[in-house]
T-cell receptor
Framework: NAGVTQTPKFQVLKTGQSMTLQCAQD?????MYWYRQDPGMGLRLIYY???????DKGEVPNGYNVSRLNKREFSLRLESAAPSQTSVYFC????????????FGEGSWLTVV | TQLLEQSPQFLSIQEGENLTVYCNSS?????LQWYRQEPGEGPVLLVT?????EVKKLKRLTFQFGDARKDSSLHITAAQPGDTGLYLC?????????FGQGTTLQVKP
């Protein structure tokens, strides 16, 4: 039982390049989330998916797109990376809604130069 | 926009001291959670409080949810070096979990 697995763990991108962060959970959770974490700003919600087939914007969605491929997988895409998107990205999942325990992946360190 | 303000942002204390971290908002939350995060890892849930005025204890940690469900506190008694880490509060409403900016705690031996 791996929990929440996200890849890659580290990535360096040039400004304007695109990339996709992959996330999968094996806990049969309905809800999945993408957060970014920056020093002094806690975790900010980028997008979330309350259930398979639905996605909604969070606090900071600009510059990102998401796909809930199936119940297990929720990917985050940067179409044209900018230095402001340098951050640590966390994928998370929960049984149903954020009132339940949320389980986080180990994070993906992204640097845009 | 729902905002959660945590204070203090940084705290450095000696082993054995007590401390309290506060989490405040102008918004009402259906539940509030506290997480602890260690370097290089994702946050891990410590507790969820759902009822106004609720108090939960986890060994030396005491969590309280305000009567109006707008604020919460985390009190650590006799802090130990193993308590060192980033503590995050998070409020739940309308299907989203919003985090405070975090409190970095350092407990020196």
């Amino acid at each position: 039982n791996a929990g929440v697995t996200q890849t890659p763990k580290f990535q360096v991108l040039k400004t304007g390049q695109s990339m996709t962060l992959q996330c999968a959970q094996d806990m049969n959770h309905n809800s999945m989330y993408w957060y970014r974490q920056d020093p002094g700003m806690g975790l900010r919600l980028i997008y979330y998916s309350a259930s398979e087939g639905t996605t909604d914007k969070g606090e900071v969605p600009n510059g990102y797109n998401v796909s809930r491929l199936n119940k297990r997988e929720f990917s985050l895409r940067l179409e044209s990376a900018a230095p402001s998107q340098t951050s640590v990205y966390f994928c998370a999942s929960s049984v149903m809604g954020s009132g339940n325990t949320i389980y986080f992946g180990e994070g993906s360190w992204l640097t845009v130069v | 926009t729902q905002l959660l303000e945590q204070s203090p942002q940084f705290l450095s204390i000696q082993e054995g001291e007590n401390l309290t971290v506060y989490c405040n908002s102008s918004s009402v939350f259906s539940s509030l959670q506290w997480y602890r995060q260690e370097p290089g890892e994702g946050p891990v849930l410590l507790v969820t409080v759902v009822t106004g005025g609720e108090v939960k204890k986890l060994k030396r940690l005491t969590f309280q949810f305000g009567d109006a469900r707008k604020d919460s506190s985390l009190h650590i008694t006799a802090a130990q070096p193993g308590d060192t880490g980033l503590y995050l509060c998070a409020g739940s409403n309308t299907g989203k979990l919003i985090f405070g900016q975090g409190t970095t705690l350092q407990v020196k031996p």
